[in-house]
């Protein structure tokens, strides 16, 4: 499943619903946002930042299980 062009509440929404998202999943929906998703210290920690969203630094997850 390929989140393109998801809107914010579509996006919301599919998070709500934790536990039916796969970790490729999770970073399509965010950089449909305009978000930036990175790897982190480990293989399965992602970190994700928005440099036009005033106060926000990042936000990060873990991708070590199959669905997040």
Known sequence: MVLNDMSYDS???R???RGMLKCFEV???LESLGFT???GKS???KIFEHDELP???TGSF???REKW
Do not use: L, R, Y
């Open 27 to 29: 970073v399509s929906a």
């Open 62 to 64: 873990n991708c070590g």
């Open 55 to 57: 106060g926000f630094t």
């Open 15 to 17: 998070f709500e619903k």
């Open 37 to 39: 998703v990175k790897e």
């Open 43 to 45: 293989p399965n920690h």
């Open 11 to 13: 996006v919301k929404t």
